[in-house]
T-cell receptor, first 113, second 113 residues
Framework: DQQVKQNSPSLSVQEGRISILNCDYT??????FLWYKKYPAEGPTFLIS?????DKNEDGRFTVFLNKSAKHLSLHIVPSQPGDSAVYFC????????????FGTGTQLKVEL | DAGVIQSPRHEVTEMGQEVTLRCKPI?????LFWYRQTMMRGLELLIY????????DSGMPEDRFSAKMPNASFSTLKIQPSEPRDSAVYFC???????????FGQGTRLTVV
């Protein structure tokens, strides 16, 4: 039972345009959400997070939006750069459940010149 | 700063053999996590430790899997006997508290033939 879903296994975007990566979750107890980025042959690295008390968090070119009623979050990257090409994982956590993260299956982003 | 260190980076073994994966967390971190990455299920949490004590091992797939953390600077994940379906990339991660982001190692790619 996949509690965190990333339904798009891949996404291709032109350099300079906006990349939008989507994530849906089913567990209403999740109250903290994270995005990780992963390059080949490396471990995932933390990118940005958002608490359920917010609906938006911005860090430079990266913005995460949370829609609790729809149980949906998205990561916007603008402008997209070739170095952003990587696999992006969405993850969720229940506060009080330790630091146990539930991850999605990932979306491969390719930013083309 | 040294990050999370995993060894070996690659392991090829025959079905039925015992496999031991090793992890050295970031110094000072008191939470340690073992994840497995597969195409179908993304990143799955197998087990996590807090202050060297296993907190949640509900993700360990079978009794063939076991994990130990004898001290704050070392953990092992053992598979005995190994099976071809165990082939995956295994990641170790650590964090400095129960509510901070986790830092991942580079992973061990396990192939069981």
């Amino acid at each position: 039972d996949q509690q965190v879903k990333q339904n798009s296994p891949s996404l291709s975007v032109q350099e300079g345009r906006i990349s939008i990566l989507n994530c849906d979750y089913t567990n209403s107890m999740f109250d903290y959400f994270l995005w990780y980025k992963k390059y080949p042959a490396e471990g995932p690295t933390f990118l940005i997070s958002i608490s359920s008390i917010k609906d938006k968090n911005e860090d430079g070119r990266f913005t995460v939006f949370l829609n609790k009623s729809a149980k949906h979050l998205s990561l916007h990257i603008v402008p997209s750069q070739p170095g952003d090409s990587a696999v992006y994982f969405c993850a969720a956590r229940v506060t009080g459940g330790g630091n146990k993260l539930t991850f999605g299956t990932g979306t491969q982003l390719k930013v083309e010149l | 700063d040294a990050g999370v260190i995993q060894s070996p980076r690659h392991e090829v073994t025959e079905m039925g053999q015992e496999v031991t994966l090793r992890c050295k967390p970031i110094s000072g971190h008191n939470s340690l996590f073992w994840y497995r990455q597969t195409m179908m299920r993304g990143l799955e949490l197998l087990i996590y430790f807090n202050n060297n004590v296993p907190i949640d091992d509900s993700g360990m797939p079978e009794d063939r899997f076991s994990a130990k953390m004898p001290n704050a600077s070392f953990s092992t994940l053992k598979i005995q006997p190994s099976e071809p379906r165990d082939s995956a990339v295994y990641f170790c991660a650590s964090s400095s508290g129960v509510l901070t982001e986790a830092f991942f190692g580079q992973g061990t790619r396990l192939t069981v033939v």
